[in-house]
């Protein structure tokens, strides 16, 4: 089996560690500071920057784009990241759309296309709920885009429909075949995916 871990606060009541008993593990972003997946997915410039920084690459593999890892090898006096870390670059010549959660699910179908994969701490609808907002890489900033100046919940409020777009095609373009669930207690869905509870998911996973 195979979990993509989201950091929205539906995920707060699992356990990881019991997961990673059960199966393989792919995070993104901040997840690393409290829990070790056994793979780190991470889109973010600043956020891979962090990684690197704390030392966690040197252990464990940590997985970003060709544009992001260039952009930490300017900050670098030799232009070149260190053997000692385990950084890999996303298998797709498409990285768009850039998205870390979203690409862990790509990711890890890409690996194991014929496993079943679970998706947790994906909340998409609402509010924005993230675990690690108002840490370091999280900070409550202003965005300036084609709205205007924005602060992250409102962001988020207003890409809903092309965040679930998004998801939507994971089944339908770039994961044909994905065997693809998403853990989560409310009714709301992707029209292609289909949620169970927290509850559903533990008793499924305990028969496999």
Known sequence: MIFCIGNGKSREKIDLPFLK?????????????????????????DMVNEIIKSGYAEENVVWTTEYVLSKFKTMLKTGKIPNKYKVRIMPFERVHPVNSGWMSIRLAWKQHPEQQIYMIGFDLFGERKNIYD???????TKIIGDRGELSREEEYRIQEDDRIGMFYLLKEEFCPGIRLTRVINEHRKVENIDNISTEQFFEEIEWQ
């Not at 108002?134 to 409550?140: D, K, N, R, S, V």
Request: with cysteine.
């Open 21 to 45: 008993k059960k199966g393989i593990i792919y995070g993104s972003n901040a997840l690393y500071r409290d829990f070790t997946p056994n793979h780190l997915v991470s889109t973010d410039p």
């Open 134 to 140: 108002g840490t370091e890489c999280y900070a409550p």
